[in-house]
Structures are given as structure tokens and as C-alpha cells.
């Protein structure tokens, strides 16, 4: 049964007279690579980081025809704040005038980023307060300065708009994102249990192994000047203490051998809150640059080889419709509250099992979100056989793989981590409100 919830619908669609209309697209990225020495996120220890293997960028892609703007921002990011989306949006409109309901900024979900609005940050930098009166580790307010940064890239990328065309398409990827929870002989699911397990059974879930194109060219060109690629696949296959956009990192540089080095490549989390790049059946390197460029240009590659047959958009259409669902969230309880507390000082301690400091995280964080969670869904319509529906939170594969097969589109891309990222949005539930706004969004679109 679906929570009781409250749904805000608002409806940003072209005229009739937008149909056929010309299409403009325009492209920017800036540079979002906090200073050395700063705390990263991804994992529950303290890690500061040492180095910058490549820099961590936002990029945007703005598209305008006629009356109707849209702004689709991609950031090398674990994940984005509703303090810094919420802000950002509301001053790029200001700015940009593209109305806030059209603008859409994503996290790549890389584990190699900074740590910011996050309660493990929160207590790390209290901590260091209390201690010496100041923070070495946080020595600039990096929510404040990425919004910023998020105006800047929307506004940059619409300064460049000139007439374009969008060719669409889909590539297979197999081998490279598998489920990470497994059915094990004694009837549990286990997380990640390890490579070459004899008790493992089968996945818990399914993946998707099709990536989603989506490229842009002057209307007199053939190669591409920009291109957004979207695919199930958690960014987590670096570590250490190195800025890194992960995996994206090494599908740019395959792209761009091909298309040109300015080439502006835009990576979409498709569906993956329970996919990652370990395959059990087998022992080999799972982390490391090595794993990343792997991966990377396997993505690339494949990109590569579906670019000839990709279609091209004739008849564009460009629309956008939203709506925002008001869940509500778990209560912790007083003992909850209380051993979590106990706990936080404890995250990178080796002997506290890691489903513990799974609960101590996750308690802090209900604590401080309050009793109901604003959760936007978008869907953009790229013309009338193209969608893209836009998720806040990690977003499991099955979830994806329904929007799909029930879109009335004939192609619809899936994104996550949009505008906001709360934790892991399972099966059921607000999973289930999630597909079904999605669903009645892409109905209305068509």
C-alpha cells in the first residue's frame, strides 16, 4: 500500500506553435575541485584529501525552443543537497530567466569528491572546533561557493546557445554493472558478499545493461560538440584520498579522441542503487585508476560504436512537467537517537561492524531532516518519441526498468541523484510513488 502523501503539480509546456520549431543548445563547464587538505565523502572514516588525479567539473546543457528553456547541470559530486539546489535554481532563474521547474541539477554519485551538508562532516567539524578552535579540514564554505559555481555554468552554457541538433539512441553494455545483493543458500541477501562465495545463490535484483544517448551537433556538422551519457553504474571504483571524478574521468578521453578535446561529456546515474562494477563469479582488481579506465572506456567505446546508428530528432519538442511528493519519513526512537549519538565518534573504528555505522548515519540524518521529505520528480520531453524522467536519492534498477517498459515514449532515459540525494530508495513504498508520479508526468507529456 502507497503512503498517504501530498503531490504539487506544475505544468511548463510549448505552445502548438513550438512544434518544429528551431531547436538552440549551448554548453559550459566549471571547475568545482575543492582545495587540498579537505574532508572527502564516499565512506564513514574522516578521509582528507591529498591530491587531485582530475579535476572535478559542472557541466551544463541548456536548450531552448521558442517559449520553453531547459537547463540539465552534471556535477562530479557523491551527491547534492536541497540547500544547494534549492539556492542555485532559484538564483540561475533569477539570473538566466529559465524557470526553476526547468532547471535540473544532477550528482554523478563519484566517491572521490568533497564532504558537505552531511552529519558525518557536521561532526567532524565540530569536533576539530571544540579541539583547536578552527578546522584545517573545511577552510572554505563549500555549499555557498558550489552554488555559485552552479549559476555560473547555467549562465555560461545559454551565453553559448546556437542552433542544434540532438541525435538519441540507446547502446548495449554488458559485463561491467552487476547487482550487488545476493540471494545466499540460507535464505538471506547479503551486500557485496564477496567475490567467488560458494554460498552466493543468485542477484536479489536486476540490472540494466543499456546505456542512453543523447549528442549535440550544429546542424551543419558531423561530429558532435556535447553529449549526455546515462547508465546504471555506481561511480565507486577509485578510493584513496585523490579528487576524482572516477570512471566518467576516462569515458571523456575516450570520447573526446574521437570527437575533438573540446568535447563536453555529461554523465547521467542511471538507476543503480543496488549496482555496482564487482562481479562475484570471478577474482579480479575492484578498485584502483586501472578499474576506473577499464570501465571507462568501456562505456566510451560503446558509446562509440552506437553513434552511427543513432537517430536523429527531426521534429523536436521540447517540454518540461514536475512534481514534488511529500514523504514521510521514519521517527527515530529516544534509544535509536541515543546510541547514535554514542556511536558517531566511532565511524571509522574497524571493530564497529559496518551496519552499525550504517544506523548511526542514518539516524542522524532522519534526526535532522524532520518528519516529511520533499522529493521532485521532472520529466523532460526531448520530442514524441524521447523522455528523460529526473530522481532524487539512489534509485534501485528495478524502479528504473518499470518507468521504462510502462513509459508511453518509445525511448525514456532515467537519471537519479537529481536536485537532491536522501539515502537509497528501495522497491517498495516511495519507490513505488516515485515510478508512478514518473509515469503520470511522461502521460502528460505525451
Known amino acids: 500500500?502507497?503512503?498517504?502523501?501530498?503531490?504539487?503539480?506544475?505544468?511548463?509546456?510549448?505552445?502548438?506553435?513550438?512544434?518544429?520549431?528551431?531547436?538552440?543548445?549551448?554548453?559550459?563547464?566549471?571547475?568545482?575541485?575543492?582545495?587540498?587538505?579537505?574532508?572527502?565523502?564516499?565512506?564513514?572514516?574522516?578521509?582528507?584529501?591529498?591530491?587531485?588525479?582530475?579535476?572535478?567539473?559542472?557541466?551544463?546543457?541548456?536548450?531552448?525552443?521558442?517559449?520553453?528553456?531547459?537547463?540539465?547541470?552534471?556535477?562530479?559530486?557523491?551527491?547534492?543537497?536541497?540547500?544547494?539546489?534549492?539556492?542555485?535554481?532559484?538564483?540561475?532563474?533569477?539570473?538566466?530567466?529559465?524557470?526553476?521547474?526547468?532547471?535540473?541539477?544532477?550528482?554523478?554519485?563519484?566517491?572521490?569528491?568533497?564532504?558537505?551538508?552531511?552529519?558525518?562532516?557536521?561532526?567532524?567539524?565540530?569536533?576539530?572546533?571544540?579541539?583547536?578552535?578552527?578546522?584545517?579540514?573545511?577552510?572554505?564554505?563549500?555549499?555557498?561557493?558550489?552554488?555559485?559555481?552552479?549559476?555560473?555554468?547555467?549562465?555560461d552554457a545559454q551565453a553559448n546557445l546556437r542552433p542544434a541538433q540532438l541525435l538519441v539512441g540507446t547502446a548495449p553494455l554488458e559485463g561491467i554493472a552487476f547487482n550487488r545483493r545476493y540471494w545466499m543458500k540460507d535464505g538471506s541477501v547479503h551486500f557485496n558478499p564477496g567475490q567467488l562465495n560458494p554460498n552466493i545463490l543468485r542477484p536479489a535484483g536486476p540490472t540494466d545493461p543499456v546505456a542512453g544517448i543523447l549528442l549535440v551537433r550544429a546542424p551543419w556538422a558531423q561530429m558532435p560538440f556535447a553529449g549526455v551519457t546515462i547508465f546504471g553504474l555506481h561511480s565507486d571504483t577509485v578510493g584513496g584520498t585523490l579528487y576524482s571524478a572516477d570512471y566518467e574521468c576516462y569515458l571523456e578521453q575516450t570520447l573526446q579522441q574521437a570527437f575533438g578535446s573540446n568535447y563536453l561529456s555529461a554523465w547521467g546515474l542511471g538507476p543503480s542503487g543496488d549496482i555496482n562494477h564487482i562481479n562475484v563469479k570471478k577474482r579480479e582488481p575492484v578498485s584502483g585508476f586501472s578499474v576506473s579506465e577499464r570501465i571507462g572506456r568501456a562505456l566510451g567505446e560503446a558509446i562509440l560504436a552506437a553513434w552511427p546508428n543513432l537517430e536523429l530528432l527531426a521534429r523536436p519538442s521540447l517540454a518540461v512537467r514536475h512534481k514534488t511528493l511529500r514523504i514521510p519519513l521514519q521517527k527515530p526512537t529516544s534509544v535509536q537517537l541515543a546510541a547514535a549519538h554514542a556511536l558517531i565518534g566511532r565511524l571509522a573504528d574497524t571493530n564497529l561492524d559496518f551496519y552499525a555505522r550504517v544506523a548511526t548515519v542514518k539516524t542522524l540524518d532522519l534526526e535532522q531532516r524532520g518528519r516529511f521529505l520533499p522529493m521532485e520528480v521532472q520529466a523532460f520531453r526531448f520530442d514524441a518519441d524521447t523522455a528523460l524522467v529526473c530522481l532524487p536519492g539512489e534509485i534501485f534498477a528495478e524502479l528504473g526498468l518499470t518507468i521504462k517498459k510502462i513509459s508511453p515514449f518509445k525511448r525514456t532515459f532515467v537519471m537519479t541523484v537529481c536536485n537532491d540525494r536522501p539515502s537509497y530508495v528501495p522497491t517498495p513504498g516511495t519507490g513505488e510513488l516515485l515510478v508512478k508520479a514518473s509515469l503520470d508526468l511522461l502521460k502528460r507529456l505525451r
Open 1 to 155: 500500500m502507497f503512503p498517504r502523501c501530498l503531490i504539487l503539480l506544475c505544468a511548463c509546456l510549448p505552445s502548438a506553435s513550438a512544434w518544429g520549431q528551431v531547436l538552440s543548445a549551448g554548453v559550459a563547464e566549471v571547475d568545482i575541485t575543492p582545495p587540498i587538505g579537505n574532508r572527502m565523502a564516499g565512506y564513514f572514516d574522516e578521509r582528507i584529501s591529498t591530491g587531485t588525479h582530475d579535476p572535478l567539473h559542472a557541466k551544463a546543457l541548456v536548450l531552448r525552443q521558442g517559449r520553453t528553456e531547459v537547463a540539465l547541470v552534471f556535477s562530479d559530486l557523491i551527491g547534492l543537497s536541497l540547500n544547494v539546489t534549492t539556492n542555485a535554481r532559484a538564483r540561475a532563474a533569477v539570473q538566466t530567466g529559465i524557470p526553476v521547474a526547468n532547471i535540473m541539477i544532477s550528482a554523478t554519485h563519484c566517491h572521490t569528491g568533497p564532504l558537505f551538508d552531511d552529519v558525518r562532516g557536521y561532526y567532524f567539524h565540530r569536533k576539530a572546533l571544540a579541539a583547536t578552535g578552527a578546522d584545517e579540514h573545511q577552510t572554505i564554505e563549500y555549499p555557498a561557493w558550489l552554488i555559485g559555481r552552479f549559476v555560473r555554468v547555467i549562465a
